[in-house]
């Protein structure tokens, strides 16, 4: 029994759309973060470096 007889084509393009989708959300997290962090981290480098 291959991989085809066990597993449909709807199963695996709707596994691949939700990865594709949560790899997408993760680096908008990540890119987000990384602008907040820019645009706020001199307000508390004072605090860090202090």
Same mark, same amino acid.
């Given at each position: 029994?291959? *991989?085809?007889?066990? *597993?449909?084509? #709807? $199963? !695996? $393009? @709707? =596994?691949? +759309?939700?990865?594709?989708?949560? !790899? $997408? $959300?993760? +680096?908008?997290?990540? =890119? ?5 962090? =820019?645009?706020?981290? !001199? @307000? #508390? @480098? ?5």
């Amino acid at each position: 029994m291959g *991989f085809k007889e066990r *597993f449909p084509r #709807w $199963a !695996t $393009a @709707i =596994l691949g +759309i939700v990865q594709l989708v949560l !790899t $997408a $959300a993760i +680096i908008g997290l990540e =890119l987000g973060s990384d602008y907040i962090d =820019l645009a706020h981290g !001199t @307000i #508390w @480098i004072g605090l860090w470096a202090g």
